[in-house]
């Protein structure tokens, strides 16, 4: 079954560190690279935060990381800031369906 | 600077059609992929559709939701990506982005428009 399974929600305090998980399969997180985005609340548009499973776009700062295993992945965020609070996404390319999957997405309150 | 632009959104009844666009600048037109994603409301993000960089041949590829009635196409004259929606659905409706990729170094949607927004109703 081809679907990206992230939690719905997380929350941390000011400073804290707050992981995101996201659960996929041999078809896509397996085989192929993760990316992780940002939505801020509004209009805005989403931004890249991780590329490839654990690289970060210049800009974004090193307190967003993120790492695979096998099927999964996950992004971190350490020092959590009032500003983190958005939605995440990952994403990854599926073989079976022949298309990108994004995650349902997880709302981080701080 | 990067930059890319979308236009042409808006209300349509459902069966209708409507044609976005993305003006893009800054970047070599042909070394990219371009995709499109959108968002409805109250929903999470949804890959739409994608057309490749000149060393794939500009081929392109769907999601299952809008194959067959959604098609990706590209202008060089005028540095312009097109995506035609036909047979409109209300659950269409969302706030489209065309975004850019790399895929030579596996960096997908790098790059956003701002997002034009369609209503099916």
């Known amino acids: 079954q081809s679907v990206l399974t992230q939690p719905p929600s997380a929350s941390g305090t000011p400073g804290q560190r707050v992981t995101i998980s996201c659960f996929g399969s041999?078809?896509?997180?397996?085989?192929?690279?993760v990316n992780w985005y940002q939505q801020l609340p509004g209009t805005a548009a989403p931004k890249l935060l991780i590329?490839?499973?654990?690289q970060r776009p210049s800009g974004v700062p090193d307190r967003f990381s993120g790492s695979k295993s096998g099927t999964s992945a996950s992004l971190a965020i350490s020092g959590l800031r009032s500003e983190d609070e958005a939605d995440y996404y990952c994403?990854?390319?599926?073989?079976?369906?022949?298309?990108?999957?994004f995650g349902g997405g997880t709302k981080v309150t701080v | 600077e990067v930059r890319l632009v979308e236009s042409g959104g808006g209300l349509v009844q459902p069966g209708g059609s409507l044609r976005l666009s993305c003006a893009v600048s800054?970047?070599?037109?042909?070394?990219?992929?371009i995709d499109w994603v959108r968002r409805a409301p109250g929903k999470g993000l949804e890959w739409v559709g994608r057309?490749?960089?000149?060393?794939?041949?500009?081929?392109?590829d769907y999601a299952a939701s809008v194959k067959g009635r959604f098609t990706v196409s590209r202008d060089y004259s005028r540095n312009s990506f097109y995506l035609q929606m036909t047979s409109l659905k209300i659950e269409d409706s969302a706030m489209y982005y065309c975004?850019?990729?790399?895929?030579?170094?596996?960096?997908?949607?790098?790059?956003w428009g701002q997002g034009t927004l369609v209503t099916v109703s």
């Open positions: 041999s078809s896509n997180i397996g085989t192929e690279g």
């Open positions: 590329y490839n499973n654990n």
């Open positions: 057309s490749r960089d000149k060393a794939r041949d500009f081929s392109t």
């Open positions: 800054g970047f070599t037109f042909s070394d990219y992929y």
């Open positions: 975004t850019r990729t790399d895929r030579n170094i596996r960096k997908d949607f790098d790059y």
């Open positions: 994403a990854a390319w599926d073989n079976n369906l022949d298309g990108i999957l």
